[in-house]
Nanobody
Framework: QVQLVESGGDSVQAGGSLRLSCAAS????????MGWFRQAPGKEREGVIG???????HYTESAKGRFTISRDNAKNILYLQMNSLKPEDTAMYYC?????????????????WGPGTQVTVSS
């Protein structure tokens, strides 16, 4: 069973950048599809961007052109590079994992979750 811990959340101004990390323990990430989700206050958690075990990314419209996902299977770390941040990107960001090769960003598809890291973007 894999355990996930996110880091890198911060408060930034609109237009700024952040890189989130998700460190895994308990198992190697090489066999897992990974995803980044976020939950804004008063809203449901939503998928943002995902990546297959072999490194193929898949995006939602909110992430295209601004967010990049990457993984270092040797270090067991998942990354989310966020550029041109907007106030509407303010949310708790979670990484999640599921075994196998999936192109899903549906919350119920993922079995393992981190506790989240807060991103706040001010205008």
């Amino acid at each position: 069973q894999v355990q996930l811990v996110e880091s890198g959340g911060d408060s930034v101004q609109a237009g700024g950048s952040l890189r989130l990390s998700c460190a895994a323990s308990g198992d190697t990430l090489s066999g897992y599809s990974m995803g980044w989700f976020r939950q804004a206050p008063g809203k449901e958690r939503e998928g943002v961007i995902g990546i297959t075990p072999d490194g193929v990314p898949h995006y939602t419209e909110s992430a295209k052109g601004r967010f990049t996902i990457s993984r270092d299977n040797a270090k067991n770390i998942l990354y989310l590079q966020m550029n041109s941040l907007k106030p509407e990107d303010t949310a708790m960001y979670y990484c999640a994992a599921v075994q196998g090769r999936w192109f899903s960003l549906v919350e119920s598809s993922y079995h393992y979750w981190g506790p989240g890291t807060q991103v706040t973007v001010s205008s």
